[in-house]
């Protein structure tokens, strides 16, 4: 699967955390082989977000994507649970 990164992810990445960022590669990584790994806890989500889904990085830190089709994920932001669903 391809994965194409928002601006504003990439605006966002850059302020993240260096063990997060590592933590992230991983993710991304296994994200590549199967998006719904278990591991991802891979989710849909609700409200303003219903068109877009979110993997778990770590415990609190969280990816929001969107599929654009079935060969393509636009990352598009990255942040604590808290920062991201306010």
Same mark, same amino acid.
């Given at each position: 699967? =391809? &994965?194409?990164?928002?601006? $504003?992810?990439?605006?966002? %990445?850059?302020? !993240?955390?260096?063990? *997060?960022? =590592? $933590?992230?590669?991983?993710? &991304? !990584? /296994?994200f590549h082989k199967n998006p719904f ?6 989710? #849909? /989500?609700?409200? &303003?977000? #219903? #068109?877009?889904? #979110? &993997?778990?990085? !770590?415990?609190?830190?969280? *990816?929001? %994507?969107?599929?654009?089709? $079935?060969? *393509?994920?636009?990352? %598009? ?7 991201? %669903? $306010?």
């Amino acid at each position: 699967m =391809e &994965i194409i990164f928002h601006n $504003k992810f990439l605006k966002l %990445y850059r302020k !993240t955390p260096l063990k *997060v960022q =590592e $933590k992230f590669e991983e993710c &991304i !990584t /296994l994200f590549h082989k199967n998006p719904f790994d278990q591991k991802l806890r891979n989710h #849909s /989500l609700l409200g &303003i977000w #219903s #068109s877009f889904r #979110s &993997i778990d990085i !770590t415990g609190d830190w969280r *990816v929001i %994507y969107r599929q654009q089709n $079935k060969a *393509v994920a636009e990352f %598009y932001a990255i942040g604590k649970h808290g920062q991201l %669903y $306010k």
